[in-house]
C-alpha cells in the first residue's frame, strides 16, 4: 500500500510536470512566421483595427502589449500582458544579446510597411527600447534591399501584395545581414528612453 501511494505520488508529479510544460507558449520568431496568416491582413488600412492586430503573426507578437494608430502612425508596444510568458522570458526573447530586437524590428517595420500601405509610419518599443521610423525610409530600405516596393494604392490590391509576402527569403536574408542592419539603424537608430 506504501509503494502505491508513493508510485501514485511519483506518476501524478510527472504528468504535472509534463502538462507545465507543454502549455508553455512560444514567441513566433522570423524563422516561424506563418506567411499565410500575414497574406490574410494584406491590404489593411490604419482605420481597420481588427486587421491591423495582424501584428500578432509577425515576430514577438504573443509579447505584443497595445498599439496606437493616432495620426496614421502605427505605435506597437511589447511587454508581458496575461498569458503564459513572465516579464523575464519576454524580456529575455527580446533583449537576448544576439540582434533579435534589431531584426525583429526591422521585419516587423517591413512587413507592417508591405500590409499597412497608408500608415505613415511605425514604431516599437519593448522596455526602454525604442524604434521609430517612417513610411518613406521603409519604402527606400525595402527597395534597396529586397525589391521595388508597389505604390501604395498598389498594395491595397491583396493579389498584388500577397505576390510580395512571398519573399520570405528575400526579407529575411535582408533582415539577417549584419552589414544591411547596421546600415540601416546607421541611420534610424534605436534609442533608450
Same mark, same amino acid.
Given at each position: 500500500?506504501?509503494?502505491?501511494?508513493?508510485?501514485? @505520488?511519483?506518476? #501524478?508529479?510527472? /504528468?504535472?510536470?509534463?502538462?507545465? @510544460?507543454?502549455?508553455? !507558449?512560444?514567441?513566433?520568431?522570423?524563422?516561424?512566421?506563418?506567411?499565410?496568416?500575414?497574406?490574410? $491582413? &494584406?491590404?489593411?488600412?490604419?482605420?481597420?483595427?481588427?486587421?491591423?492586430?495582424?501584428?500578432?503573426?509577425?515576430? =514577438? =507578437? !504573443?509579447?505584443? +502589449? !497595445?498599439?496606437?494608430? $493616432?495620426? +496614421?502612425?502605427?505605435?506597437?508596444?511589447?511587454?508581458?500582458?496575461?498569458?503564459? #510568458?513572465? !516579464?523575464?522570458?519576454?524580456?529575455?526573447?527580446?533583449?537576448?544579446?544576439?540582434?533579435?530586437?534589431? +531584426?525583429?524590428? #526591422?521585419?516587423?517595420?517591413?512587413? #507592417?510597411?508591405?500590409?499597412?500601405?497608408?500608415? +505613415?509610419?511605425?514604431? /516599437?518599443? *519593448?522596455?526602454?527600447?525604442?524604434?521609430?521610423?517612417?513610411?518613406?525610409?521603409?519604402?527606400?530600405? *525595402? &527597395?534597396?534591399?529586397?525589391?521595388?516596393?508597389?505604390?501604395?494604392?498598389?498594395?491595397?490590391?491583396?493579389?498584388?501584395?500577397?505576390?510580395?509576402?512571398?519573399?520570405?527569403?528575400?526579407?529575411?536574408?535582408?533582415?539577417?545581414?549584419?552589414?544591411?542592419?547596421?546600415?540601416?539603424?546607421?541611420?534610424?537608430? *534605436?534609442?533608450?528612453?
Amino acid at each position: 500500500m506504501k509503494y502505491f501511494k508513493v508510485f501514485f @505520488c511519483l506518476i #501524478l508529479f510527472i /504528468f504535472v510536470g509534463v502538462a507545465g @510544460c507543454s502549455s508553455k !507558449e512560444e514567441v513566433t520568431s522570423i524563422n516561424t512566421v506563418d506567411v499565410k496568416k500575414l497574406k490574410e $491582413h &494584406s491590404g489593411t488600412y490604419v482605420g481597420d483595427n481588427s486587421n491591423v492586430v495582424s501584428i500578432g503573426a509577425l515576430p =514577438g =507578437g !504573443e509579447t505584443f +502589449k !497595445e498599439i496606437d494608430l $493616432h495620426n +496614421k502612425t502605427t505605435k506597437i508596444t511589447y511587454g508581458t500582458k496575461t498569458g503564459s #510568458l513572465s !516579464e523575464d522570458e519576454t524580456l529575455k526573447y527580446w533583449l537576448d544579446g544576439k540582434d533579435t530586437l534589431e +531584426k525583429n524590428f #526591422l521585419y516587423n517595420a517591413i512587413y #507592417l510597411t508591405i500590409l499597412i500601405p497608408n500608415a +505613415k509610419g511605425y514604431s /516599437f518599443k *519593448i522596455d526602454d527600447q525604442k524604434f521609430s521610423v517612417s513610411r518613406e525610409e521603409m519604402e527606400q530600405f *525595402i &527597395s534597396k534591399n529586397i525589391q521595388a516596393l508597389p505604390h501604395n494604392n498598389e498594395l491595397f490590391d491583396k493579389e498584388k501584395t500577397q505576390q510580395f509576402i512571398n519573399n520570405k527569403e528575400k526579407i529575411n536574408k535582408a533582415v539577417k545581414s549584419a552589414a544591411i542592419r547596421q546600415q540601416f539603424f546607421k541611420k534610424v537608430p *534605436i534609442v533608450e528612453k
